[in-house]
């Protein structure tokens, strides 16, 4: 199917876990992007990336890792969960620098 | 802090009337863009505005910009209880070149009653 998909939907996991949250686009857009959204904060950007094998760090990057060897698949690692992760993700793509984004449904990711 | 801050936080209203929201930023722009987000949902891209227009409509939206006081509003004429949502303005910093990167504000949480 065409589109943005994430995965898992929803995930728990303990702290001090790793734990990967997948992004799959279909549209060979450059850009992506990861998000995390919580109450009274709307949406802070994770990190980004311009096209594969090129990241860069957003707003919050700390306790996360990206990577991109594959323009269509931009997966987000937490490499030790915190209560504070504790968050709903969204990936997110363009086609274009500044153009609009289309995202995804979000993954809640709830860290015990 | 966040480039983009939106006023009100909260805005309910009754089906019919107009609705209004603002968003206002800290640094100069290439574009400010509005988004939609239902309960639940993920994003939807409203409107795309580029800093060198002050006005664009797209169906019952309307969106201004004013550059020199760092501000965006987002009118929505004839709310529907439909329209019930967060809406987010977005932008995309002249400092960020070509890398398209996207910062969000808080939001505005919408609630036309029936």
């Known amino acids: 199917d065409a589109g943005i998909t994430q995965s898992p939907r929803y995930k728990i996991t303990e702290t001090g876990r790793q734990v990967t949250l997948m992004c799959h686009q279909t549209?060979?857009?450059?850009?992506m992007f990861w998000y995390r959204q919580d109450l009274g904060h709307g949406l802070r950007l994770i990190y980004y990336?311009?096209?594969?094998?090129?990241?860069d760090k957003g707003e919050v990057p700390d306790g996360y890792v990206v990577s991109r060897s594959k323009t269509e698949n931009f997966p987000l690692t937490l490499e030790s969960a915190t209560r504070s992760q504790t968050s709903v993700y969204f990936c997110?793509?363009?086609?274009?620098?500044?153009?609009?984004?289309?995202f995804g449904q979000g993954t809640r990711l709830t860290v015990v | 802090s966040q480039q983009g801050e939106e006023d009100p936080q909260a805005l309910s209203i009754q089906e019919g009337e107009n609705a209004t929201m603002n968003c206002s930023y800290k640094?100069?722009?290439?574009?400010l863009q509005w988004y939609r987000q239902n309960s639940g949902r993920g994003l939807v891209h409203l409107i795309l505005i580029r800093s060198n227009e002050r006005e664009k409509h797209s169906g019952r939206l309307r969106v201004t910009l004013d550059t020199s006081k760092k501000s965006s509003s987002l009118l929505i004429t004839a709310s529907r209880a439909a329209d019930t949502a967060s809406y987010f303005c977005?932008?995309?910093?002249?400092?960020?070149?070509?890398?398209?990167?996207?910062?969000f504000g808080q939001g505005t949480t919408l609630q036309v009653k029936p």
């Open positions: 997110a793509s363009s086609g274009q620098g500044g153009a609009e984004a289309f």
């Open positions: 977005a932008t995309v910093l002249r400092s960020s070149g070509n890398t398209g990167k996207l910062i």
């Open positions: 990336s311009a096209a594969a094998d090129i990241t």
């Open positions: 549209w060979s857009h450059s850009y």
């Open positions: 640094t100069s722009i290439n574009n």
